[in-house]
């Protein structure tokens, strides 16, 4: 990589503040009415027009990768559960999809069905908190209570499946807990809640596509073109609504069997982002009835016949909502964890708008940030336990410049 | 008159400190989830450590966060009541209480009572909308019993 | 002026205490009327009518008072008091009974208390530097972070700054919609503009009356800082803006206030377009003109709950088109005024 291709100077810092013509500097706290999770944004503004930021990511770490380090491979995975509340199914499903690529786990077809209706389950809950909270830092409480209003049939349908609105603790290593299989009048349920959902959402979708105020606070803002979004390594719909038509759906097996689309725009503003997560429930909404009618009355969901073993490093890799979620370890002879790596997406997503937010004026600048639907609890610098045992932290600035 | 006015109009403000947010997004649901609206029993939410008379934390508070939520804390004007929401805030949960071979997280200053006086727990992870909104009622008994 | 017989003076001692306390009362229940039909809207029970208003003031009158963290404490624990004390000017000086007295019972005089009103908010921005944003414990600074010499703000002192320009833009909409029913009567004292009206002659049911009535609302919503005009206080990045440090009994003094300027401008409403005086020797008068004054801030809920905050891309061009359109309908209102 050439020094051309690296020049992040732009957004260096370098030089005195006097120099540019900055009027002052507005830090927005990481307890504020705009965020869901702690983290510092310092804002330059000039006439309320922001023209430099800079995010700071790290109040939320709490060094998991540590805490998993020599522990059995079972126990860790319930575990990664807790990286995040809103994408708890994610963790657990990738960490436990990496230990059955590497000791080759047979999983039961019914079972699969059930960790796919899990995620995607997870992603319409998780892609509805994100429209309210969209709508609640642009100020409109009455869409982010009409949003909260159709989550909660998808919350208590994830807790009749798994006895847990958050957290569900579905997949285990060889297949799914034996409580979560789909009987018949379970998955009744579903189909209902899944149509019911489909309508609202499509009402909502029109409505809120419809309201002159908020389009001309959405539309062509925070402007993210298909160029800026590639340098910056942007994933999931804040990629693919610039653009970029990668879904790393299209890679898993699991995924081969169901009939989806994949929802990819072109505008890369604001409403194009907001757009394509609404769009993304309803195919969501498709993928879980399918997986329904594949799992409904099979109660063949655990295979316990397997031995732990040693393996080695294991890469996995799997779409959740906000984009693409990393997982890798090996096992030691024991059964035990060793250099696990957790690389999940909001890292490169928040990168980008901390890029692409500047231009507007400042309130839109909050809302540019939070479009890109930041999952801080996941995101922080992961540390690196070389072989020789040294501990070495990537920040920030080593991920830009594209470092392994 | 005093208690009247205090059980009547409160205020909630919600901290959050570097827990994995599942916490927050209960307490969310809670406050705005038409079915479930925390604001029919006269609790108001706010982010204003000024005009909070309840203060919920959520998440084992990290050490770069513990002072800001001490500040946040001595912010908030007498009488207030401290509500510690989930299993996080109470013990710290899996970062303080597990580990490998590294032992457990070093990362975190300990569960809410080490920074701040905690007056209510609420255990579960996370805890359901309905046991956060039983513990806003235990919150306002005991604001409403405080006669100072 | 004329000689002041006895009957006179009770009705101005009548105008100076009893309106006020009228006021005070009747302005504690609209917060929670409006939170209400927000809450309907929303499609769930709100909370109690008297919750937003009458007993968030008593709760906070009676917490501790803690240390204000500003440059001049005395006058930002006050300012919303000084608010209070316009709005009581305004309240009594739209009575009839004031309307002889000095000239005070004019538009010029209520509109220089409304912009004492605007110009608190400016003041109590620049006071305050609350906990929530520069002065929050996180080590910002640090070497290799950027423009680490930059001069930093507080989020209320940006909130000044907003409602400042909040006074240029979105105030001339309220003061133009005001002056209409002035060409249309021919005078700027209020007595003789309710005088016009007389007999059920409505301004409102004219077309340049409703004309300048919905210009008027948008003034309310502008001067309240409600949703969409709340720009100044902007929960979406400022929090609450310059009331952050208020606290206790200076807090419940600010929640007076606002009560008290949405009784106000809706009284003011009423008594332009409508003809229907604050005029407490009168029952029939002063019952009809209580439930008329729900109107506005009903109709502001409803407004509310179906807006975003807009930024000054689209407050600006919107409060241009709304003076625009009330300065003609001012001419036109001179010449059919009669």
Not at chain 1, 58 to 69: C, F, K, N, T, V
Not at chain 2, 60 to 65: D, H, N, Y
Not at chain 3, 38 to 63: D, E, S, V, Y
Not at chain 3, 313 to 322: D, N
């Given at each position: 990589?050439?020094?051309?291709d690296?020049?992040?100077?732009?957004?260096m810092?370098?030089?005195?503040?006097r120099e540019?013509?900055?009027?002052?500097e507005i830090?927005?706290?990481?307890v504020?009415?705009?965020?869901?999770?702690?983290y510092?944004?310092?804002?330059?503004v000039?006439?309320?027009?922001?023209?430099d930021?800079?995010?700071?990511?790290d109040?939320?770490?709490?060094?998991?990768?540590r805490i998993?380090?020599?522990?059995?491979?079972?126990?860790?995975?319930i575990?990664?559960e807790?990286i995040?509340g809103?994408?708890?199914?994610?963790?657990?499903?990738n960490?436990?999809?990496?230990?059955?690529?590497g000791?080759n786990?047979?999983i039961?077809?019914?079972a699969?069905?059930?960790?796919?209706l899990?995620?995607?389950?997870e992603?319409?809950?998780?892609?509805?908190?994100f429209?309210?909270?969209?709508?609640?830092?642009?100020?409109?409480?009455t869409?982010?209570y009409?949003?909260?209003?159709m989550?909660?049939?998808?919350?208590?349908?994830l807790?009749?499946?798994?006895?847990?609105?958050v957290?569900?603790?579905?997949?285990?290593l060889?297949g799914?807990?034996?409580?979560t299989?789909i009987?018949?009048?379970?998955?009744?349920?579903?189909?209902?809640a899944?149509?019911?959902?489909?309508a609202?959402?499509?009402k909502?979708?029109?409505r809120?596509?419809?309201d002159i105020?908020v389009?001309?606070r959405?539309?062509?803002?925070?402007?993210c073109?298909?160029?800026?979004?590639?340098?910056?390594h942007?994933v999931g719909p804040?990629?693919?609504?610039?653009?970029i038509?990668f879904d790393?759906?299209?890679k898993?097996?699991?995924y081969?069997?169901f009939?989806?689309?994949m929802?990819?725009?072109?505008e890369?503003?604001?409403?194009a982002?907001?757009?394509?997560r609404?769009?993304?429930?309803?195919?969501s909404?498709r993928?879980?009835?399918?997986?329904?009618?594949?799992a409904?009355?099979?109660?063949?969901?655990?295979?316990?016949?397997?031995?732990?073993g040693?393996?080695?490093i294991?890469?996995?890799?799997?779409?959740?909502?906000r984009?693409?979620?990393?997982h890798?370890y090996?096992?030691?002879?024991?059964?035990?964890?060793?250099?696990y790596?957790?690389?999940?997406?909001?890292?490169?997503?928040l990168?980008t708008m901390?890029?692409?937010c500047v231009g507007?004026?400042?309130t839109?600048?909050?809302v540019t940030l939070?479009?890109?639907?930041?999952?801080?609890?996941?995101?922080?610098?992961?540390?690196v336990?070389?072989e020789?045992g040294r501990?070495?932290s990537?920040?920030?600035?080593?991920?830009r410049?594209?470092?392994s | 008159?005093?208690?009247?006015?205090?059980?009547?109009?409160?205020h909630?403000?919600?901290?959050y400190?570097g827990?994995?947010?599942?916490?927050?997004?209960?307490v969310?649901?809670?406050v705005?989830?038409?079915?479930?609206?925390?604001?029919?029993?006269?609790?108001?939410?706010?982010w204003n450590?000024?005009e909070?008379?309840?203060?919920?934390?959520?998440g084992?508070?990290?050490?770069?966060?513990?002072?800001?939520?001490k500040?946040i804390?001595d912010?908030i004007p007498e009488?207030?009541?401290?509500?510690?929401?989930g299993?996080?805030?109470?013990?710290g949960?899996v970062?303080?209480?597990?580990?490998?071979d590294?032992?457990?997280s070093?990362?975190?200053a300990g569960?809410v009572?080490n920074?701040?006086?905690?007056?209510a727990r609420?255990?579960?992870?996370?805890?359901?909308?309905?046991d956060?909104?039983?513990?806003a009622?235990?919150a306002?008994k005991?604001l409403s019993?405080?006669?100072d | 002026?004329?000689?002041?017989?006895a009957?006179?003076?009770?009705?101005i001692?009548?105008?100076?205490?009893?309106?006020?306390?009228l006021?005070i009362?009747?302005s504690?229940?609209?917060?929670g009327?409006?939170?209400?039909?927000q809450?309907r809207?929303?499609q769930?029970?709100g909370p109690?009518?008297?919750?937003?208003g009458?007993?968030?003031i008593?709760?906070?009158?009676f917490?501790?008072?803690?240390v204000?963290s500003s440059?001049?404490?005395?006058?930002?624990?006050?300012?919303p008091s000084?608010g209070?004390?316009a709005m009581?000017?305004?309240?009594?000086?739209?009575?009839?009974?004031w309307?002889?007295i000095?000239?005070?019972g004019s538009?010029v005089a209520?509109?220089?208390?409304?912009?004492i009103?605007?110009f608190?908010?400016?003041?109590?921005?620049?006071l305050?530097?609350s906990?929530l944003?520069?002065?929050?414990?996180y080590?910002?600074?640090?070497?290799?972070?950027?423009?680490?010499?930059?001069h930093?703000?507080?989020?209320?002192?940006w909130g000044s700054?907003?409602?400042?320009?909040?006074?240029?833009?979105?105030?001339?909409?309220l003061?133009?919609?005001?002056f209409i029913?002035?060409?249309f009567?021919?005078?700027?004292?209020i007595?003789?503009i309710?005088?016009?009206?007389?007999?059920?002659?409505?301004?409102?049911f004219?077309?340049?009356?409703?004309i300048g009535?919905?210009v008027?609302?948008?003034?309310y919503v502008?001067?309240l800082?409600?949703?969409?005009f709340?720009?100044?206080?902007a929960?979406?990045?400022?929090?609450?803006?310059p009331?952050l440090?208020?606290?206790?009994?200076?807090?419940?003094?600010?929640y007076?206030?606002r009560?008290?300027?949405?009784?106000?401008?809706s009284s003011i409403?009423?008594?332009?377009?409508?003809?229907?005086?604050?005029d407490?020797l009168?029952?029939y008068r002063?019952?009809?003109h209580l439930?008329?004054v729900l109107?506005?801030p009903?109709l502001?809920?409803?407004?509310?709950?179906f807006?975003p905050?807009l930024?000054?891309?689209?407050?600006?061009?919107v409060?241009?088109v709304?003076?625009v359109?009330?300065?003609?309908?001012?001419?036109?209102?001179?010449g059919?005024g009669?």
């Amino acid at each position: 990589m050439s020094a051309e291709d690296n020049d992040y100077s732009e957004f260096m810092g370098k030089g005195k503040a006097r120099e540019r013509t900055f009027e002052t500097e507005i830090p927005i706290g990481f307890v504020h009415s705009a965020l869901l999770e702690p983290y510092r944004t310092r804002y330059f503004v000039e006439d309320e027009i922001v023209k430099d930021c800079e995010i700071e990511m790290d109040p939320a770490y709490r060094g998991i990768e540590r805490i998993l380090e020599g522990m059995p491979v079972d126990r860790a995975n319930i575990i990664t559960e807790r990286i995040c509340g809103i994408c708890s199914n994610g963790h657990l499903w990738n960490s436990v999809r990496t230990a059955e690529a590497g000791l080759n786990i047979e999983i039961p077809k019914a079972a699969q069905a059930i960790r796919v209706l899990a995620e995607e389950l997870e992603r319409i809950h998780s892609h509805l908190i994100f429209i309210a909270h969209a709508c609640e830092v642009l100020g409109h409480e009455t869409f982010a209570y009409r949003s909260f209003l159709m989550r909660e049939p998808v919350m208590q349908i994830l807790y009749m499946i798994s006895g847990n609105r958050v957290n569900y603790a579905i997949p285990v290593l060889g297949g799914v807990r034996p409580r979560t299989q789909i009987a018949q009048w379970k998955g009744k349920a579903i189909l209902e809640a899944m149509d019911k959902l489909d309508a609202n959402l499509k009402k909502f979708i029109e409505r809120f596509l419809a309201d002159i105020m908020v389009m001309s606070r959405l539309k062509g803002v925070g402007v993210c073109d298909k160029r800026t979004a590639i340098k910056y390594h942007a994933v999931g719909p804040t990629a693919r609504a610039s653009g970029i038509d990668f879904d790393w759906r299209i890679k898993m097996p699991e995924y081969k069997d169901f009939d989806w689309d994949m929802v990819v725009l072109d505008e890369g503003d604001n409403a194009a982002r907001v757009k394509t997560r609404a769009l993304e429930c309803l195919v969501s909404a498709r993928i879980a009835r399918q997986a329904v009618e594949k799992a409904m009355g099979d109660s063949d969901v655990l295979n316990r016949d397997w031995q732990l073993g040693s393996m080695a490093i294991q890469h996995s890799y799997i779409e959740v909502p906000r984009g693409e979620l990393y997982h890798s370890y090996r096992l030691d002879d024991q059964g035990r964890i060793r250099h696990y790596i957790v690389r999940t997406p909001t890292v490169t997503n928040l990168a980008t708008m901390e890029v692409v937010c500047v231009g507007d004026q400042l309130t839109d600048a909050v809302v540019t940030l939070a479009t890109c639907d930041p999952c801080l609890t996941c995101c922080n610098r992961f540390v690196v336990i070389d072989e020789r045992g040294r501990e070495r932290s990537m920040t920030l600035q080593d991920l830009r410049r594209g470092g392994s | 008159m005093k208690a009247l006015a205090r059980k009547r109009a409160i205020h909630v403000m919600l901290v959050y400190t570097g827990g994995c947010n599942g916490c927050d997004i209960e307490v969310v649901a809670a406050v705005y989830s038409p079915i479930h609206d925390l604001e029919q029993y006269n609790v108001m939410l706010t982010w204003n450590p000024r005009e909070a008379d309840i203060l919920l934390v959520t998440g084992p508070v990290t050490k770069k966060i513990a002072p800001a939520l001490k500040a946040i804390y001595d912010a908030i004007p007498e009488p207030k009541v401290v509500a510690a929401v989930g299993a996080c805030a109470i013990n710290g949960n899996v970062y303080k209480n597990l580990g490998g071979d590294l032992g457990p997280s070093t990362e975190i200053a300990g569960p809410v009572e080490n920074i701040i006086p905690v007056d209510a727990r609420v255990p579960g992870c996370p805890p359901r909308p309905e046991d956060i909104i039983a513990a806003a009622a235990a919150a306002i008994k005991i604001l409403s019993g405080r006669s100072d | 002026m004329d000689i002041l017989d006895a009957e006179t003076l009770a009705g101005i001692l009548v105008a100076s205490f009893g309106v006020p306390m009228l006021a005070i009362s009747y302005s504690v229940l609209l917060p929670g009327i409006v939170r209400k039909i927000q809450a309907r809207i929303q499609q769930r029970i709100g909370p109690g009518i008297l919750t937003p208003g009458f007993f968030a003031i008593l709760k906070f009158m009676f917490k501790h008072k803690p240390v204000i963290s500003s440059p001049m404490p005395t006058l930002y624990k006050w300012s919303p008091s000084l608010g209070i004390a316009a709005m009581y000017f305004v309240v009594i000086f739209l009575t009839p009974q004031w309307a002889g007295i000095l000239g005070l019972g004019s538009l010029v005089a209520i509109i220089g208390l409304l912009k004492i009103e605007e110009f608190v908010y400016v003041v109590m921005g620049y006071l305050s530097s609350s906990i929530l944003s520069v002065r929050l414990p996180y080590p910002d600074t640090a070497k290799g972070s950027k423009w680490s010499d930059a001069h930093r703000s507080t989020l209320e002192n940006w909130g000044s700054v907003r409602m400042w320009k909040m006074i240029v833009f979105s105030s001339l909409p309220l003061y133009v919609a005001m002056f209409i029913p002035v060409a249309f009567a021919g005078s700027i004292s209020i007595a003789d503009i309710v005088n016009s009206q007389a007999g059920g002659n409505c301004f409102i049911f004219r077309v340049p009356g409703a004309i300048g009535a919905a210009v008027y609302f948008l003034g309310y919503v502008a001067i309240l800082n409600e949703y969409p005009f709340s720009i100044g206080k902007a929960k979406a990045d400022l929090v609450e803006g310059p009331m952050l440090e208020l606290a206790s009994s200076w807090r419940a003094s600010y929640y007076l206030m606002r009560a008290l300027v949405m009784f106000a401008v809706s009284s003011i409403f009423v008594t332009l377009f409508f003809g229907v005086p604050l005029d407490p020797l009168n029952g029939y008068r002063i019952i009809v003109h209580l439930v008329l004054v729900l109107v506005l801030p009903a109709l502001g809920a409803v407004l509310s709950a179906f807006s975003p905050i807009l930024t000054f891309r689209q407050v600006v061009p919107v409060s241009v088109v709304a003076t625009v359109v009330g300065f003609f309908t001012f001419v036109i209102s001179m010449g059919v005024g009669g």
